[in-house]
């Protein structure tokens, strides 16, 4: 059995996801994979979970913020440098969730702090979460990964999380959450990666064979690129989300209007509106023209720049309502 352990230089939370993709693709009988990485502020969501749901995407963008979709359930997570990210991928006859336990364990032993692991392979400190978990098996490989909190403030959680479809809020945060920096002397990330890899290393017995993935730099592996440039896209980050219905009202001076949006696989189906009767034509080419383009922003300038001549006596409330939706939507 072999032991490979990369590490990425690179902060970007596309190409690291692609990194990973590409390691469960590489999977093998005879080989231990591990990868450890930090990202830059982002917002990871599951395959299967909504942004604009469990996060809030207004925010987000504002703050420059990305999210990315991940290839495998689970929930959403913010992550920033204050996070250091751990995958490792094996054989199930080898890699087992009691090797995972021991290793996770050996990783807190030069830190002298007391952990537990739960059921689910977090790592608890005082019964409180300091790691957030994924596991997962196909064709007999283990797949593991978790977050570890470094230093991680709450506030940004609750800042770009969205409490509304959450069953935690701030206080709950609180009581539930826990960063490593709380318990011992400051710890960076490579000092904590060190004490993974060695704990990874001397829990499997095995000799590491360490490779350093430059920042930024596209490995020669195969569809490592086509996977880094879909997990740029929107397509796969908004798009693949399940069908919901998005409400929306707003007061104008000229009277108030509200938006119900079907949207499915990030797309605009139907919209229901209620507005002035004044305005009704206006509103009902809209919600027909909207049909048909994604739920985001540049679609709402285009689908506006297209009434502006018909309904020209209405300009100034056209592009009032341009601007509310721009800024409602991601």
Not at 234 to 258: A, C, H, K, M, R
Not at 287 to 305: D, L, R
Request: glycine share 4%; net charge negative.
């Amino acid at each position: 059995m072999k032991l490979s352990i990369y590490y990425s230089e690179s902060t970007d939370p596309s190409f690291n996801q692609a990194i990973e993709e590409s390691q469960l693709k590489q999977a093998s009988n005879d080989r231990i994979l591990a990868f450890l990485w930090q990202n830059q502020r982002s917002v990871n969501i599951g395959k299967d979970q909504n942004p604009w749901r469990v996060c809030k995407p207004k925010q987000l963008k504002e703050n420059n913020i990305n999210i990315v979709r991940r290839h495998t359930i689970g929930g959403a997570i913010y992550q920033d440098l204050t996070h250091t990210n751990i995958a490792l991928i094996g054989s199930n006859n080898y890699l087992t969730e009691e090797i995972i336990k021991k290793i996770l364990l050996g990783v807190f032993e030069p830190l002298n702090i007391e952990i537990a692991i739960s059921d689910k392979l977090e790592c608890l400190i005082d019964n409180k979460k300091v790691s957030n978990t994924a596991l997962s098996e196909n064709n007999h490989y283990l797949f593991f990964h978790s977050t570890i909190r470094v230093n991680t403030s709450l506030t940004d959680i609750s800042q770009y999380m969205n409490s509304r479809y959450s069953i935690l809020n701030h206080k709950d945060l609180e009581r539930a959450y826990t960063s490593i920096n709380h318990h011992t002397r400051p710890l960076e990330h490579n000092e904590l990666s060190r004490y993974i890899s060695d704990s990874i290393a001397t829990t499997l017995n095995l000799d590491a064979e360490n490779t350093i993935i430059l920042n930024n730099q596209h490995p020669d592996w195969v569809e490592f690129s086509a996977n880094f440039y879909r997990l740029k896209s929107w397509d796969w980050n908004y798009g693949q989300s399940p069908s919901f219905i998005e409400s929306l009202d707003t007061p104008f001076s000229w009277g108030n209007v509200e938006l119900k949006l079907n949207i499915d696989e990030g797309v605009i189906t139907n919209i229901y509106y209620d507005a002035p009767i004044a305005y009704h034509d206006m509103m009902n080419d809209f919600s027909q023209t909207a049909i048909g383009y994604p739920f985001n922003a540049k679609s709402i300038i285009s689908i506006v720049c297209g009434l502006l001549l018909k309904h020209s006596e209405h300009y100034d409330a056209l592009m009032e309502v341009s601007e509310w939706l721009q800024q409602e939507i991601a």
